[in-house]
């Protein structure tokens, strides 16, 4: 079992940046790959980053590459976002999860763990 939690959304200007953290429990964490995806109000659920269990394999949707960073610390159990350059259409609620294989990050239907999202507002 892993549970997941996000933290460190919240309310940013355009060009601004934030740092999400999704806090891992349950000690196969680090067999994990990882991933998030975020949700607009009225839209799916989309892709955003994932990255592979040791963490030396990463890729991200278009829509942020350049912008997005995805990493993680496996002696803390924390995966994390970094969002920089962010725009108004990146409001939304991100989300982590855990995903049996790395290739199949970008799939939400792949994904064993989910956490319950953190809100995150750009303004213009």
């Known amino acids: 079992q892993v549970q997941l939690v996000e933290s460190g959304g919240g309310l940013v200007q355009a060009g601004g940046s934030l740092r999400l953290s999704c806090a891992a429990s349950?000690?196969?964490?680090?067999?994990?790959?990882m991933g998030w995806f975020r949700q607009a109000p009225g839209k799916e659920r989309e892709f955003v980053a994932g990255?592979?269990?040791?963490?030396?394999?990463?890729y991200y949707a278009d829509s942020v590459k350049g912008r997005f960073t995805i990493s993680r610390d496996n002696a803390k159990n924390l995966v994390y976002l970094q969002m920089n350059g962010l725009k108004p259409e990146d409001t939304a609620v991100y989300y982590c999860?855990?995903?049996?294989?790395?290739?199949?990050?970008?799939?939400?239907?792949?994904?064993?763990?989910w956490g319950q999202g953190t809100q995150v507002t750009v303004s213009t």
């Open positions: 990255i592979s269990w040791s963490g030396s394999d990463t």
């Open positions: 999860g855990a995903v049996r294989v790395f290739r199949a990050a970008h799939n939400q239907n792949e994904y064993n763990y």
């Open positions: 349950g000690r196969t964490f680090s067999n994990y790959p």
